[in-house]
């Protein structure tokens, strides 16, 4: 099974059971068990910290937390780069280990054989090297389209509810194999497949617009609306 075709079988769930999934979380812990089960494999981390993220008493615990272990390479809630660069987390990561990273230069690092995805740790939080995020997915449940209607005709993305920020950071992700955009939404706001002709054309506009964006960036784009 591919990423898409992991995607797919999500849709697939969506349209036979639309009440099942009332949430973005539900969304993504679906696809995270997907993507486990078809695609993931078990890889070798470890954690690193500098000497000013560990005064006092949480040295111990970052040590605890660092040493090398075996993970699934598909991750959710993946934070990544270094801490303070603003919204920089991915819903969904499939991640490789690689033999160097952003973080060979920290301060405490366990030896561990190459290749490892290096995850820095910052007080209680953690950030994975970027060039260790092979894959990178967000998500987005949009549930009126009102919220997310009428904006789409601004110029500026950044005025795009939704979507701007996870447009940034995924086309910042350019060492990444791949790139994905899946929304999900209740009302269909690009009616996509309808025949209404009111709303229609408009519609099919604003899914111009995103798809024109996500094509800039090398960003894939899923929509997934209930269908008949």
């Known amino acids: 099974m591919t990423i898409q075709e992991a995607v797919n079988r999500l849709d697939a769930e969506f349209q036979e059971t639309p009440l099942g999934f009332t949430v973005e979380t539900a969304l993504q812990a679906r696809l995270l068990e997907l993507l486990r089960a078809k695609v993931g494999e078990t890889i070798q981390v470890r954690g690193g910290y500098n000497t000013a993220d560990a005064t006092g008493y949480k040295r111990k615990y ?28 991915l819903d969904i990561a499939i991640l490789e280990p690689r033999d160097e990273s952003e973080y060979d230069d920290l301060d405490y690092l366990p030896e561990v054989e190459a290749p490892k995805v290096t995850v820095r740790l910052v007080d209680g939080s953690k950030y994975f090297s ?33 979507f701007s920020a996870d447009l940034s950071k995924l086309g910042d992700l350019t060492d ?25 054309a408009k519609a099919q506009r604003r899914y111009e617009r995103v798809e024109e964006e996500c094509e800039k960036r090398a960003v894939e784009l899923t929509e997934i609306h209930p269908r008949e």
């Open 130 to 162: 970027t060039t260790s995020i092979k894959h990178a997915i967000e998500l987005k449940y949009i549930k009126n389209v009102d919220v997310a209607g009428a904006k789409f005709e601004r110029n500026n993305i950044d005025a795009w509810p939704h």
């Open 62 to 89: 970052l040590d605890r937390i660092a040493k090398p272990q075996y993970i699934s390479s598909v991750q959710p809630e993946v934070n990544f780069g270094m801490s303070g660069d603003g919204n920089q987390s």
């Open 176 to 200: 990444a194999e791949s790139r994905h955009l899946i929304v999900v939404s209740n009302k269909n706001p690009f009616q996509q497949g309808e025949d209404d002709s009111r709303s229609t």
